[in-house]
């Protein structure tokens, strides 16, 4: 059984920094591309940052230069730093296995302006 953890969500003033973690097991994660999408309340819910499973990138406009996406295939996580945020990222993060389409609960993320 796939399961997808995320954690490191929290409450944070704008212009701090956090990361969060997906914690994979149950599926061959090193083969895997993986991403983070989050859903703010009252809006749909968006792409944030892709990562292949060779380590290419993608990420939103809106996050480009702020957020990196990374990965630890020996400790089958996933990772998503987030610098100089914002009180528009305030969104609900969720982690997806784009292989397979697994979906985490999801990791709650507060900016205070």
């Known amino acids: 059984q796939v399961q997808l953890v995320e954690s490191g969500g929290g409450l944070v003033q704008a212009g701090g920094s956090l990361r969060l973690s997906c914690a994979a097991s149950g599926t061959v994660f090193r083969r895997n591309n993986m991403a983070w999408y989050r859903q703010a309340p009252g809006k749909q819910r968006e792409l944030v940052a892709a990562?292949?499973?060779?380590?290419?990138?993608h990420y939103a406009d809106s996050v480009k230069g702020r957020f990196t996406a990374s990965r630890d295939n020996a400790k089958n996580t996933l990772y998503l730093q987030m610098n100089s945020l914002k009180s528009e990222d305030t969104a609900v993060y969720y982690c997806r296995d784009l292989s397979y389409d697994y979906w985490g609960q999801g990791t709650q993320v507060t900016v205070s302006s």
């Open positions: 990562i292949t499973s060779g380590g290419s990138t």
